[in-house]
């Protein structure tokens, strides 16, 4: 009896230069944490140590007293600014440019301090539940071209016109905001409203010029 086997053409993957994604939830190594600590700024974090994992036999021995994980959670204390992050995070981590995800969530922030846009490798941010008001302060993440994941909620820009189509038309790169995952439609309704936008803002400046 003869037998026919079907082939599939082979072809090659094709390269990449997109950085591996990351989550707290699958990342080897677990987060350095230093949540519910109470502190209102991160400089005060250098002398405290983080939570334990409930991951037993996950978490490796830190070498020179540094974690090699990639993310850092500081939520549920009552930081209101957060100049000292990178000295804070080149005193913990074995790489400190590798910090992949970090936890801002429900602290007492109003902006967006620039030291958080110099993580370069940051695919994932939680800044939901703090006090950040205008929409300008979300722009300025537009420069951290590996930002995955962001969340807002819970500040008093989610109740700005047109928050997410604002937030998604700053940030194209986005895949997920405020635990929702960025859709095709989500896409195209904030390409509308950025057009719309740049209309109405040359059409004031035009006015203002004329007068």
């Keep these: 009896m ?6 599939v053409p082979y072809s090659a993957r094709q390269k990449t230069n997109r950085v591996p994604t990351i989550d707290a939830n699958n990342d080897i190594v677990a987060p350095l944490d230093f949540s519910f600590y109470r502190v209102s700024n991160v400089g005060d974090v250098k002398e405290e140590e983080p ?14 007293g540094k974690s090699s994980s ?7 204390n009552s930081l209101t600014e957060v100049g ?16 992949a995800w970090l936890d801002l969530s429900f602290n007492e922030l109003t902006n967006i301090h620039p030291v958080i846009t110099e993580f370069e490798n940051l695919q994932i941010l939680y ?6 008001k205008d929409l300008k302060e979300i722009e300025k993440l537009s420069v951290m071209k590996s930002l995955r994941k962001l969340t807002f909620h819970g ?10 189509q604002n937030v998604l038309s700053m940030l194209p790169r986005l895949e997920n905001l405020d635990f929702s995952r960025v859709t095709k439609a989500d896409r195209m309704t904030a390409n509308t409203w950025a057009h719309m936008n740049a209309n109405a803002k040359h059409k004031k400046k035009k006015n203002t010029d004329d007068d």
Excluded: A, D, W
């Design 2 to 7: 003869s037998t026919s086997t079907s082939l």
């Design 51 to 64: 939570r334990e994992s409930p991951r037993k036999g996950k978490q490796p021995e830190p070498e020179g």
């Design 70 to 76: 990639k993310c850092l959670r500081l939520n549920n």
């Design 84 to 99: 000292p992050l990178m000295e804070l995070v080149v005193t913990k981590f074995q790489n400190p440019s590798l910090l």
């Design 127 to 132: 800044l939901h539940g703090n006090v950040i």
């Design 155 to 164: 500040n008093p820009v989610e109740n700005s016109k047109g928050y997410r």
